[in-house]
């Protein structure tokens, strides 16, 4: 779907010198919104209309090898699953090395501004749809 | 106006192993939203209702002192200034050994939800007014 | 193991007016540091001492209804597993209602501060053991 | 210095819509850490070496105008003051209007890894002097 630069920044690292764990979700996020952005899925218009939310409802993550302030790292998101009312998206960040450093997984469902489920909305089944 | 105790978190901390700077205005913020919501003031509530937004329009902080992971430590609140359209509010970081680590400052605008500013509102004069 | 209480601050929220997802993990680890503390572990010492480390090598989170400034919560940690060379805490997430509104879990692996896997400590495993 | 290309992300706003005041200083030192970077000063290198340690002992921020999810800024970092132990960095953040939305600055000040004031150290010096 997406490929996303970023740079680990020193306040995503902690007193062990590594990469805190909660903030790859951060990372993943901004690799999401970028990337529902060049779809023409801008956050911001989503929010801004209220016709539908896209909660997160399921993050998780995997963590292989330490990141450290300053490692450019190439965030690589894919449409791993795309239901009825909802959709997963799996994040590879992967450093200069090649070798993932850590895997992460978000489940997007969709949400009536009033709170129940519904069917994902059109323009985000066309825009997702046979997205790698 | 109000005394706020915290923890230093490991996400608070970078890898140079202290506190990162910018945590400190969070922790000021958290400090603030627990002493409003004592006077009656939730932040919750003013969203909710949407009469006036108190947007924050200047902050500054000076570090004398690292703060480590696990570090306990006192945030105390107190109406610097309570002026016709904003109010200042000054915070001290005690750790326990009593000597100030860090102080902050924080000045919040009353601002109509279209845009303007406007006076403060009369239930906000009215808790921070005598306030120490 | 423990329960540790929190309020969902102003910054843990976003744009669309609920707790931001990411910002459950920083609140599991508070929780998580806090628990460890009562039990002896304190992670300032483990970091001072570094005679190993406790990665988190895996993490995830499951959202079921939405959390808002303001709300006050409950974290609710339990030890799931102890194994050879890791530990699994999960989290519930109880507001006032007391329905959880989100679950967490979190596995932490022993290290050699050189960067090989090792057993649990002894300290870790004895604070551990029969915890709830 | 550097001017440094930044998207308001949605974990930067809060539930009143806009941008929380205090990320505006982790967008700050994304620029700072960034220019650094260009001019060979890499953090990671200057922790790691531990030859000095360049704490924030001063921050401040102005909020003109609100910034929104999804807004591109341009964060234009300029060297205000070099002094003989401390430099201080000025930040504007300018979104596609060209309208400065808000403006930082933040006071380093060398220090020895054991903990007292130092002068500048001398690549330092010369990578920041005569830059605008």
């Known amino acids: 779907m997406y490929s996303h630069p970023a740079v680990i920044q020193l306040h995503h690292t902690d007193a062990a010198g590594i990469l ?13 919104q970028a990337g529902m952005a060049v779809l023409g899925l801008d956050l911001r218009r989503i929010l801004d209309e209220g016709t539908y939310l896209l909660p997160i ?24 699953r795309l239901g009825q009312g909802s959709f997963t998206l799996a994040y590879d960040f992967v450093p200069a090395t090649g070798d993932v450093a850590a895997t992460a997984r978000t489940v997007h469902a969709a949400m009536a501004p009033g709170g129940g489920a ?5 323009e985000l089944r066309a825009a997702l749809a046979g997205r790698p």
């Open 20 to 32: 805190f764990f909660g903030h790859l979700f951060m990372l993943a996020h901004d690799a999401y």
């Open 57 to 80: 409802v399921h993050a998780e993550a995997d963590f292989k090898a330490p990141l450290r302030v300053g490692d450019a790292i190439d965030i690589r998101v894919t449409v791993e």
């Open 118 to 122: 519904m069917a994902l909305p059109d």
